[in-house]
């Protein structure tokens, strides 16, 4: 099959002439998972009590442009997002009353990035790794069919995960801490930065999502001058949206002894977005709000 098509899923914009006033920037990684399932329905019912004149949700993760928007579709929300920890922005056409500066045009967005080529980051990974004699395995070199099984993915989110454009998840073959570090200290001297993960370590541009948040915050307040900014994040994030936002949701890590992968509920998730914006809204200071993962209902 060929592969699946960036935008398959992106919605038509209707720009209302107004720009949101509350903006909730979330951690999609290690808090959303399975948007295939039927949690998500009940989550974006959920969300309906954001007023999208009043309330951005902004998508932040290392998923690609394509597995965001599945998620954007699944929970019925059309806001910019950050893909691939930071390599981007994307911003829906006329989203913002002005034009914003530095974008390249992708259908039905404009772009700004900051994360270096998908193709030259999987080209220096590999001469690299074959310079130092070290065998790497990534996305780019397994079929969709692999990418499933490894991850524990349904096909056509597997298909989504392959449609990288700024980063490469990749594996060493004999892992060991003198192998990576040798690694590492390589791919930085070629301005690229690798970063562990659960199963697969990353490697890319050496930007990660504070500069997104930074600038859509930029943007969001020329449009509105008074934005309130939430955040969604674990508490023991390595790149925390605290200092970044006014008032901060923190995902607790306590419970996730036993947890699936660390997740939190989809649906404790959205309603804590409600909750909180509700509480600005009725012009209250709202607590920080910390929630354990798989809080019994």
Request: aromatic share 6%; glycine share 6%.
């Amino acid at each position: 099959m060929p592969p699946f098509p960036a935008g398959r899923y992106r919605q038509n914009v209707s720009v209302t002439g107004s720009a949101p006033s509350i903006v909730v920037y979330s951690d999609v990684d290690g808090v959303l998972q399975e948007p295939h399932k039927q949690p998500f329905v009940r989550a974006a019912a959920a969300l309906k009590e954001l007023v999208p004149d009043d309330t951005a949700l902004v998508l932040c993760s290392g998923k690609t442009r394509a597995e965001i928007e599945f998620i954007q579709q699944k929970l019925d929300i059309d806001h910019p997002f950050i893909c691939e920890s930071g390599g981007a922005v994307l911003i829906p056409d006329g989203y913002f009353p002005f034009d914003v500066p530095n974008t390249r045009s992708l259908p039905g967005y404009r772009a700004i990035e900051f994360g270096r080529p998908y193709a030259d980051v999987v080209e220096i990974l590999h001469r690299t790794a074959d310079d130092l004699r070290i065998q790497v395995v990534g996305f780019s070199d397994m079929s969709i069919e692999e990418v499933a099984r490894e991850c524990r993915l349904p096909m056509l989110q597997a298909r989504l995960a392959k449609l990288r454009e700024y980063e490469e998840p990749f594996r060493l073959q004999s892992p060991s801490p003198a192998v990576w570090s040798r690694l590492c200290r390589a791919l930085q001297s070629a301005s690229l930065r690798c970063t562990k993960g659960e199963g697969f370590n990353r490697v890319g541009a050496p930007v990660d999502r504070s500069v997104g948040v930074n600038l859509l915050n930029t943007l969001y307040r020329r449009a509105v001058a008074a934005v309130t900014t939430i955040g969604v994040t674990r508490t023991m994030h390595e790149d925390n949206l605290l200092p970044l936002v006014d008032h901060p949701i923190m995902v607790a890590d306590d419970d996730a002894a036993g947890s699936a992968a660390g997740t939190l509920d989809a649906i404790d998730w959205a309603e804590a977005i409600v909750d909180t914006v509700q509480e600005i809204r009725r012009n209250r200071r709202p607590r920080c709000v910390e929630m354990p993962l798989h809080e019994r209902r």
